[in-house]
Structures are given as C-alpha cells and as structure tokens.
C-alpha cells in the first residue's frame, strides 16, 4: 500500500484538530448524549472517578441538565454541617431535611471565602441591587421574580452581546425536566430560578482579562468570554474542594481562606476525616474524596497561579492559555413538581459552628501584654446583617483575661489550641449593615489588635 495521498493527510489533520476543539468547548444549548439504561442506574464518571448520588441527589441531577449544568461529581455524598452534600465541578448540591435538594450558595456562606481565584476578581454582591428585589412570599413573586432576571441579567452590555438572561433561560430544558415527554414549559425559567437564584450584583470586567465579563448570581457566576463567545459558567464547586482538601488551592484564595472553619479540614486519617472537628460540626469527611485529592480529572495538576490556573480552577496547558476555550454553561433538570414552580430554595448550609463549647481554662504565667503576632479572622467572608458572625483571635502566646469588644455585643465561645498558637473565639448576632470595628483587649483594658468588618444589608431575595 503507497503512502497516503497529500489530501488525506491533511484532512485527517483537520478533523483530528476540530475534534480537539470540540473536547474543550461546550456551547451553550450543545446537544444532549443520548444516555444509555446501564449509565442512568450507575451514572460513574471516569474523567473524575466519582458516581452521582443516589436517590434524590441523582433524580435532581438528571432532571436539571446532568453534567451540562452541573459539571461532573468531584466528591462522593458526605455530611456537612449536618446536611447531606455532594460536590460538583460547578456547584455544590444539598439534600434538605424535607426532602428538597438545592444548589448552595458558596460565596455568600463563605464556602468560597473570597472573589479573588487565581488571578481573577470576581463581582461582589451589590447590596442595592439585592435590596431591591422582590422578598418571597409577596403577592405574585414569581412573576416579580422572573422580571427582576430579566432586567438585571442583561443581553447586551456595553457593546457586548453578552447574552446572560438567554443563557439562564436555557438552563432547563423541557427535554430535561420531562424527559418522558410532555410538560409545561412555562415551569422552565422557574426550574432555572431554582439552580441560580436572582442577580446579586451588575456586570463587570475582569481587571484582569477585559474581554470576561462576569455576572454574579446568589448561588454561581456566569462569564461571558468574548474570545470564546461564550457564557461560561464558575467553577465555584471546584474551589470549595480546594478549601477544604488544600490540594489545587490558588495562593489568594488561600490567603483569603486562613482562619476559614472549611480551611484544609479534610484529614484523612483524623476522626470523620475532619482536621478540626470544634470548627465544623456534625461533619464527616470520611470516604468524601477517597481518590488521592492532587487532582479531579486526569489532566489537571496543581501548578502556579501565573502558569495558568484560570477563573474556572481548571489548570490549562500553555497552548490552551494562549487560545483559551472555556467550558460552556449547561443546562438543568429534576423532575418537575406539579403546580407553578417555587420561589428559591433558600440554602441550608451554615458555615458559623453554632454549637458552643465550654471554654478551657485560662491559661498562667503569661504577661498581659501584646505579643504582636495577634490576628483577627472572622468567617463568614461576607457578612450581613441577620447572620452569626464567628471572629476568632489567633496568638503564638496564650493572654489572661483576653476579651474582644466592638459595634455590637459580642459572647465569648471557647479559648482552644490552632495551628498558629492559642484561638479565642466570640461570635456576634448582626442586627445593623455597614462597618463595625472590633478590638481584641489583653488585661481586660489593652487594646491588642483592632479589625473592621464590613457588613451587608440581609439578602431580601430569600425566606
């Protein structure tokens, strides 16, 4: 047989090279695997060695788009805080006590302690904007709802196509939701609601990358790339794995997430597989992540921030940065409930340890002076009014008679061992939005170290 004609040679060139391509990039409204009866009752995903959940985890899943929405599973289900979870590249999923399974908001529970990942900046929550929204329960909310997207997730902004409302609409389809046949597809946007939320902030440039331009939402973020001309979706769900196994974890989000109750508690060989279990109640992070932690597919390795660990937490090689192909967002799905479609899950997970401990005894022989290494963290990353705020002191050297006073009336939790030295720990039950400052004292009457925390008005968008 002679060698391959020239022609051929090349057209096996091309469909190699586009078939590439199409691996890296997912458009949005790309159509659906036909998925066989042998996947559906075990539906494993090589790519990362995890299985969906079964049972209503899995029956949420399949009906709100699968992995087009979701991402793959990066986590086996497991306890946290008390609530039954499952991670996925995108999003996190939590099977509530009624039953009920819903996407939780990383960002605002501090999950996700900061906006800065890997380079990128994404949007903080407006607090205008999430003050004008509708609240639930009010008369017609849906319809109220559904006009609030609308106006604030826009198509066009600043020039840019960049598509954000069709992108939500597009997160349900009626193939997902009724994969049977059927159905109303008036309940999609509603479906949407369920897996996003309301906006929570205007569009804005990466200062970065000017050419994505986010839009933040109370449980995820969508990126538009122009020079993918795409709606891409945040690998929030990616980065909590992060925080909690340490594996992966760009370095200013693990600045930012020091001192964080979720920070590297997965601790294989500890108790529940929980590095601190004071800090993280009714948690078992045994058998979450049996896989070695390094990596959650086979391509990705941890690597520098400036090597090319992208917004998304997926590291790419150095041909994929100069030609950048996001992955798309993806459609959602569970069985459709029957009935007008529901206001939005509100979130269960807590991330303020609400259990208080005795604290130990004060411990001698240390003069009431500050030693200078004292520093205040608080969890959770963004505070608002409404929610418990845990402010925890951390010293080398343990202090007689520490107390920590500020804006409002803070109580005392417990005074336990770190990894830095000694924790005093106080929790405080915001009631007013805006900045409060916060002293930690030594001797009762030293001002040590002081903190300002800026607090947000209550996000009106859930119950």
Known sequence: MGAPRPWLTWTLRLVAGFTLLWSLVEPLGARARVVSAAEEDSPYFAETGFSVAPGALYDYFRHRGGVRTFGPPISNRFSLLGQDVQIFRRHVLGLNLDGSVATISLLDTGAVPSTSIGGRTLPDADDDLVYGAPPPGTADYATLAQAFIRANAPEQWEGERVGFHSAFLQTVKLRDAFPTGGGDAGLLPGFAQEIWGLPVSQPMRDPQVPDVIY???????????????????AQLGEMFKAVLTGENLPTDLAAAAEGSPFYRQFAPNALNGVARPAELPRTVLAGAFPQPAVSTTSTQAAVPVNAGLDTYGVTRSAAQVAAPAGQALAPVAQAAPSGVAAATPTPTLNPVPPAATPAAAASPAEPDICVGD???????????????????????????????????????????????????????????????EYTFYVDSTIPCKKKTIEVKRALNTRR
């Open 215 to 233: 839009l933040r939402w109370e449980r995820g973020v969508m990126a538009y790339d122009r020079r993918a001309n795409q709606v891409q979706v």
């Open 374 to 436: 004292e520093r205040i963290t608080y969890a959770p990353a963004n505070p608002r009014v409404g929610t418990e705020l845990l402010i925890a002191v951390t010293s080398s050297r343990p202090h007689a008679y520490a107390r920590l006073a500020g804006t409002e009336r803070t109580t005392f939790l417990r005074e336990r061992p770190g990894q830095l030295g000694i924790v005093y720990e106080w929790t405080v039950n915001l009631s007013s939005h805006g900045d409060h």
